[in-house]
């Protein structure tokens, strides 16, 4: 697939900062989701718009203490005006009620460009939820 261009790697650099939702400040990210945006969180429910990942990423903000997300792989690819970037990711976080929780997966994330330049409107991520009590939040295995 040869190297990024510099394009390719800028929209990864914006992917990774408005991604960052929910460590450090819960909603410090989302600058370049679109007001529509699908998100498929890693239990698998859908988050229809911004504004309902802006309330998903406060209510796990509150319920946690320290978090890290890391990305690896990641690749991105540009064709006209529609950017895809995928990779994986490593959450880890320390959930009062229960101790450390360790999320890891895949992730891809498809962008649209307008007249206001990039915007996410599809983010999907997958992956097992590990910790002592994973039940407890979803996780059946």
Do not use: K, Q
């Amino acid at each position: 697939m040869g190297e990024p261009t510099p394009e390719e790697r800028s929209l990864c650099e914006l992917w990774e900062a408005d991604a960052a939702i929910g460590v450090g400040a819960p909603t410090a990210g989302l600058g370049h989701f679109a007001a529509d945006v699908c998100a498929l969180w890693v239990d698998g429910r859908r988050l229809e718009g911004v504004d309902e990942i802006r309330r998903e990423a406060e209510a796990l903000g509150g319920a946690s203490g320290t978090r890290e997300l890391t990305y690896s792989e990641v690749t991105c690819r540009i064709v006209g005006d529609t950017g895809v970037i995928h990779g994986r990711y490593l959450l880890c976080e320390e959930i009062a009620a229960i101790g450390p929780v360790e999320m890891t997966g895949r992730f891809t994330a498809t962008f649209n460009r307008g007249a206001d330049g990039w915007e996410c409107v599809l983010a999907h991520y997958d992956g097992p939820i590990t910790a002592p009590h994973a039940h407890e939040i979803g996780d059946d295995a």
